[in-house]
């Protein structure tokens, strides 16, 4: 793995969320959105109902 193949975002969580302001993590979503659907994502739902699980996004892995 190369240096450029990692990204760093800086965040100041307990800045950014003091005072329960929860809404002030889309500042961060809205830096890393693109970068994250890029890459992918697992996602499942555990509760689907009726003790069902549901698949809703698998992540890919391509190595080069």
């Known amino acids: 793995m190369q240096d450029k193949d990692i990204e760093y ?3 100041d969580f307990h800045g ?10 889309s500042k961060l979503v809205d ?3 693109q970068t994250m659907f ?3 994502y697992f ?3 555990l509760d689907a109902g009726f003790g069902q699980r549901e698949l809703i996004n698998s992540q890919t892995c391509r190595i080069t």
């Open 43 to 45: 996602m499942a739902d």
């Open 38 to 40: 890029s890459h992918g």
């Open 16 to 25: 950014e969320c003091k005072k329960m302001k929860w809404e002030n993590l």
């Open 31 to 33: 830096i890393v959105k």
């Open 9 to 11: 975002v800086w965040f």
